[in-house]
């Protein structure tokens, strides 16, 4: 009898441990996408450039865009503002690029859900070095951070 008793006791104890909430908390984790690099011809006149650069990608479960990274292409020769899109809303927008080779980062709390999801980079140019009212062209590569929930 009393065999079974402890055998009971480690039973409830070994249940209640494992219906815990630290128990079962996943563990986070991040997923980052990258674009590789592009170039978007512009087909809009002025200083917006479409169409928008697509990235699809998977996720197993619903999550956050935690992060954005731009590098602009080495031949970049005027400065633009890349916005991030998510079904045709801007959701996140990063900061102002001069010509030539730089690097762009934003911060971001862009809750995705499971499965495929597409953002559009499309980028506003500014008058300066090649650009003389409208951007013609633009390019680079966006990586994305993604914190699962």
Known sequence: MRRVLCILAVLCIGTALASSPLASAAKPVTLRFTTGSFVVTCTST???????EP?????????SLTKLVYTTAKAHCSA?????RLKGTTVAKLP?????DATGEVKTDVKLRKGANTLGFRAK???GGCN?????SWGGTVKITVKLE
């Open 132 to 136: 003389v009212g409208r951007v013609g």
């Open 80 to 84: 633009i503002r890349v916005f991030v």
């Open 46 to 52: 002025g200083q917006l450039c479409t169409p928008d």
């Open 96 to 100: 102002r690029l001069d010509a030539g």
């Open 125 to 127: 140019g500014f008058v």
């Open 55 to 63: 990235l699809t990608f998977k996720l197993p479960r619903s999550g």
